[in-house]
């Protein structure tokens, strides 16, 4: 999933709303984040109450963990009641402890799923701004192009393939002439040097270690 994300940041030129909607994407996922907290501390608290209660009585409340999933369900609108309605107890104590359970659960559908559910939504709604969103969108995609810019200017190459150049560092350098592309049309080999004729006043290539990000251009890139 990381490399496929990647991808959206690659295509971000191409696409002129791309670059606001990630912005605001990678905004709503800050807040996300932050809302989590509350609402962890919140439902472990419930299912602590419920654990202690129902233990030994429901099966899928023996487990602090499996409450919390069940508690996640019903934040997401799945109904959980139907658990107390077989209780191996008395009738007349089966009837509190399903009371209690039941009041507990909609204690926390009341807190998690209007109070804070709605600040969710609210929180994700402040934050989506258009106008300020294509501003940073602008911002940040000067700052790709200014990345990309440094690496073509000093030859830096981009993870994995630096680890590659890594093993290389020690081999001195030099620069060779550019190869005319006749050399290569001789082999039915494409111009590896590029079209010499029309780059004259740059007829030296690097050589030795920094030929490395070249000649890995050609093994990857060129192929396809």
Same mark, same amino acid.
């Given at each position: 999933?990381?490399?496929?994300?990647?991808?959206? &940041?690659?295509?971000? *030129?191409?696409?002129?709303?791309?670059?606001?909607?990630?912005?605001?994407?990678?905004?709503?996922?800050?807040?996300? &984040?932050?809302?989590?907290?509350?609402?962890?501390?919140?439902?472990?608290?419930?299912?602590?109450?419920?654990?202690?209660?129902?233990?030994?009585?429901?099966?899928?409340?023996?487990?602090?963990?499996?409450?919390?999933?069940?508690?996640?369900?019903?934040?997401?609108?799945?109904?959980?009641?139907?658990?107390?309605?077989?209780?191996?107890?008395?009738?007349?104590?089966?009837?509190?402890?399903?009371?209690?359970?039941?009041?507990?659960?909609?204690?926390?559908?009341?807190?998690?799923? &209007?109070?804070?559910?709605?600040?969710?939504?609210?929180?994700?709604?402040?934050?989506?701004?258009?106008?300020? $969103?294509?501003?940073?969108?602008?911002?940040?995609?000067?700052?790709?192009?200014?990345?990309?810019?440094?690496?073509?200017?000093?030859?830096?190459?981009?993870? *994995?393939?630096?680890? $590659?150049?890594?093993?290389?560092?020690?081999?001195?350098?030099?620069?060779?002439?550019?190869?005319?592309?006749?050399?290569?049309?001789?082999?039915?080999?494409?111009?590896?040097?590029?079209?010499? *004729?029309?780059?004259?006043?740059?007829?030296?290539?690097?050589?030795?270690?920094?030929?490395?990000?070249?000649?890995?251009?050609?093994?990857?890139?060129?192929?396809?």
């Amino acid at each position: 999933p990381l490399v496929w994300s990647r991808l959206l &940041v690659v295509m971000i *030129p191409l696409f002129d709303n791309l670059g606001p909607m990630l912005s605001t994407f990678q905004a709503m996922l800050g807040e996300v &984040v932050m809302f989590a907290l509350p609402w962890v501390i919140i439902t472990a608290g419930f299912a602590t109450a419920l654990q202690v209660m129902f233990r030994g009585l429901i099966n899928e409340f023996d487990s602090f963990w499996t409450i919390m999933f069940l508690l996640f369900q019903a934040f997401s609108g799945n109904q959980a009641f139907t658990y107390f309605d077989d209780l191996p107890l008395p009738d007349d104590m089966a009837r509190d402890f399903r009371l209690y359970g039941t009041l507990l659960l909609l204690i926390y559908m009341v807190i998690s799923t &209007v109070l804070l559910g709605n600040l969710l939504i609210a929180i994700i709604t402040n934050r989506y701004k258009p106008e300020k $969103v294509h501003a940073q969108s602008v911002l940040q995609l000067a700052e790709i192009v200014d990345e990309h810019q440094f690496q073509v200017e000093r030859k830096l190459l981009c993870g *994995p393939f630096n680890l $590659v150049h890594l093993l290389f560092v020690w081999i001195p350098c030099n620069a060779r002439r550019k190869r005319h592309p006749f050399f290569w049309y001789n082999f039915s080999l494409p111009f590896l040097d590029g079209f010499s *004729p029309a780059t004259p006043k740059t007829p030296l290539l690097e050589g030795g270690a920094g030929e490395i990000p070249h000649l890995l251009f050609l093994l990857t890139v060129q192929p396809i």
